[in-house]
């Protein structure tokens, strides 16, 4: 049975479907998410331990949406960004003042951004959800793409957007390539409770092992830990009692905010690079993780994606306003063509970001040193990098 629904049909309902529908529905487009798993097992805390840095410019676009009223209440500004080359004593310093913001970014629990966009997809009466359900096949052709669902069922749209994470199958299956490096790290996820108020500074060791981020959460003394280590000693921390993992962790972070208590369960994610040579495929647009998985270095993963949605939403409201087809080729080589240099840009530099300080060889500690001596001194360069992480408009 073919089943009449939505010109866009979304596979995949996690952090990327959900903004892309919000998104589409801003410009009245209505859309029906498919998602295999479900919302109530999405809101749970369970779900998802992670934080995410959400950039200035993103916020700016999740109120536009209407979203970011349920999230602020759990985002925690950032007002400082210190980077540490390990035990060395040259930091740099990025100053909200330098490039006149209040904040340059927020810290959110994924548990509160995940409810909010859940609520707001709910909430929204252009967005259809059909859960415990998967897209197993699309077959496009000049005038629709036809999805057969896992139910035997089967749905026509104009346009399928992959929101189906970094292992989409959709994504193979139509025949799009894609590149890929194991980093053979894992980052262990968690939350930590201080004596001391981490006076909204977010600080990013480069350790031999991987990055050591240690980000600021609401009410003052709670930090999020995001420690990227090497994959083959992750297990090790992982089976460790609370107080062993503890002290691991205060050796790295050091006690400057007084004593630490462990605040949450453990969590593990492995890293690798992933991104696809090209966004489209016929009447197909991909679109999250499924576009682009980054090392999550500079939190800057779901802060390109959401640039993604809002460039793709933009496009299709475009074809929409004149009347045309919303998933024919010329629009998705828009899109392809518009996003492909902005996370190029950003694929290099968390990749090589990651491959220059994640050692110990003395030639890239000099490097390093260089460097970061360099862009400390030029308040150019310094405000330039900043206004990239922000995501704000002038930002190259
Ligand atoms: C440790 C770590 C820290 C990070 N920190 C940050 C940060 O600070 N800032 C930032 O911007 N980004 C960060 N990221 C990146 C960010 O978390 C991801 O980009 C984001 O979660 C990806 O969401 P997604 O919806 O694309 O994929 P997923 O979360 O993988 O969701 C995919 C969804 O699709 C569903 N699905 C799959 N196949 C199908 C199908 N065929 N049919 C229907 N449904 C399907 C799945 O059930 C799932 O719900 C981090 C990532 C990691 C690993």
Redesign the pocket.
């Known amino acids: 049975m073919t089943t009449p629904t939505n010109d866009i049909i979304i596979?995949?309902?996690?952090?990327?479907?959900l903004v892309q529908a919000i998104a589409l529905a801003h410009e009245d487009i209505p859309s029906t998410i498919?998602?295999?798993?479900t919302h109530e097992l999405h809101q749970q805390r369970g779900f998802d331990g992670?934080t995410?840095?959400l950039s200035l410019g993103n916020k700016i676009l999740l109120k536009k949406w209407d979203v970011w009223k349920d999230m602020k209440p759990h985002a925690e500004p950032i007002k400082d960004i210190r980077i540490v080359d390990g035990d060395s004593p040259l930091f740099l310093h990025y100053d909200h003042e330098d490039v006149g913001v209040n904040e340059m970014g927020y810290i959110i629990e994924n548990f509160y951004f995940r409810n909010a966009l859940i609520k707001a997809v709910q909430e929204n009466p252009l967005i259809t959800v059909l859960e415990n359900m998967?897209?197993e096949k699309a077959d496009a052709d000049s005038h629709f793409t036809t999805l057969t669902l896992s139910n035997g069922e089967q749905l026509k749209g104009k346009l399928l957007i992959v929101?189906?994470?970094?292992n989409s199958?959709?994504r193979e299956k139509a025949g799009i390539t894609v590149r890929k490096h194991d980093y053979e790290q894992t980052?262990i996820?968690c939350a930590l409770a201080h004596e001391k108020n981490h006076e909204n500074i977010a600080i990013e060791k480069f350790l031999p092992s991987g990055p050591f981020a240690i980000l600021p959460m609401t009410g003052g003394f709670h930090s999020a830990i995001?420690w990227s280590e090497r994959s083959d000693l992750a297990p090790h921390f992982m089976a460790m009692d609370d107080a062993a993992f503890t002290a691991a962790v205060t050796e790295r972070f050091t006690d400057y905010l007084g004593k630490l208590t462990l605040a949450s369960p453990r969590w593990q994610?492995p890293l690798s690079l992933s991104f696809a040579t090209r966004l489209y495929g016929e009447r197909l647009a991909l679109v999250?993780?499924?576009a682009h998985f980054i090392h999550?270095i500079a939190?800057?993963?779901?802060?390109q994606?959401m640039k993604d949605i809002a460039g793709l939403s933009r496009l299709l409201a475009d074809r929409r306003d004149v009347g045309l087809d919303m998933g024919t080729e010329d629009v998705l080589k828009t899109y392809n063509r518009e996003r492909k240099f902005d996370n190029l840009k950003m694929i290099a530099a968390t990749d090589g970001l990651n491959r220059l300080f994640s050692n110990n060889l003395k030639t890239a500690k000099l490097a390093r040193q260089i460097g970061l001596g360099l862009v400390q001194k030029s308040s150019t360069i310094k405000k330039a990098f900043m206004r990239h992480a922000m995501a704000t408009k002038n930002s190259a």
Do not use: C, H
């Not at 929101?163 to 970094?166: D, F, S, T, V």
């Not at 939190?299 to 802060?303: A, C, L, P, S």
């Open positions: 596979a995949g309902g996690g952090l990327a479907g498919v998602e295999k798993g992670r995410s840095f998967s897209v929101a189906e994470g970094r199958t959709l980052a996820i995001v994610y999250g993780d499924a999550p939190g800057q993963g779901f802060n994606s």
